[in-house]
């Protein structure tokens, strides 16, 4: 990725952006430092971009839940919410 200073940056705006927008990220560095990096925004607004559909049983027979798992753990919650009597 290549790095410019903060003049080259103001020089060369325009030329950046359009490398950027072609994919071409950059970081502008002030004394040196990465200040901050330059990168494309996707075309689609990910906030307003359609939702994927989702196929009802589309995870169907993928995994398993065993009846009992949480048999073993009733009375540790029961112990959690009342406390401990001894």
Do not use: C, W
Request: proline share 6%; hydrophobic share 35%.
């Amino acid at each position: 990725m290549k790095t410019v200073n903060l003049q080259e940056a103001k020089e060369d705006l325009a030329r950046l952006l359009e490398e950027a927008a072609k994919g071409e990220p950059f970081v502008v560095a002030q004394e040196g430092k990465p200040s901050l990096k330059v990168v494309s925004v996707e075309e689609v607004d990910p906030v307003t971009a359609p939702k994927k559909k989702r196929r009802i049983g589309e995870l169907d027979g993928q995994f398993f839940i065993p009846e009992d798992m949480d048999k073993h753990l009733d009375k540790e919650i029961e112990d959690l919410f009342y406390g401990v009597h001894k």
